[in-house]
């Protein structure tokens, strides 16, 4: 099994900034690619930035340009780093990873999920 934790989440102004974390542990032998998810109230889970293994990134328009994605392949983690924040930022944001456990199968896993509430 694979399990991966998210941290950072939490209040912050408009304008100001947060760093998520996702760490992932257990059966890997190569993790593909990682990336970040937000669902708002009522509305569905989208994708916010993803990266894969050799570090290309892939941004949603919304942010573009305020939020960073990056990771440590040593450590199995997943960053997001998320500037200037907007009110319309506020979600609960997902920790998503393609993992290879024994190859060639490779299996989607989620994190618990971690607040981001933005206020104005």
């Known amino acids: 099994q694979v399990q991966l934790v998210e941290s950072g989440g939490g209040l912050v102004q408009a304008g100001g900034s947060l760093k998520l974390s996702c760490a992932a542990s257990?059966?890997?032998?190569?993790?593909?690619?990682m990336g970040w998810y937000r669902q708002a109230p009522g509305k569905q889970r989208e994708l916010v930035a993803d990266i894969t293994k050799g570090g290309s990134t892939n941004y949603a328009d919304s942010v573009k340009g305020r939020f960073t994605i990056s990771r440590d392949n040593a450590k199995n983690t997943v960053y997001l780093q998320m500037n200037s924040l907007k009110p319309e930022d506020t979600a609960v944001y997902y920790c998503?990873?393609?993992?290879?456990?024994?190859?060639?199968?490779?299996?989607?896993?989620w994190g618990q999920g971690t607040q981001v509430t933005v206020s104005s």
């Open positions: 257990g059966s890997i032998f190569s993790i593909n690619r």
């Open positions: 998503n990873a393609v993992v290879v456990t024994t190859p060639p199968y490779e299996y989607v896993y």
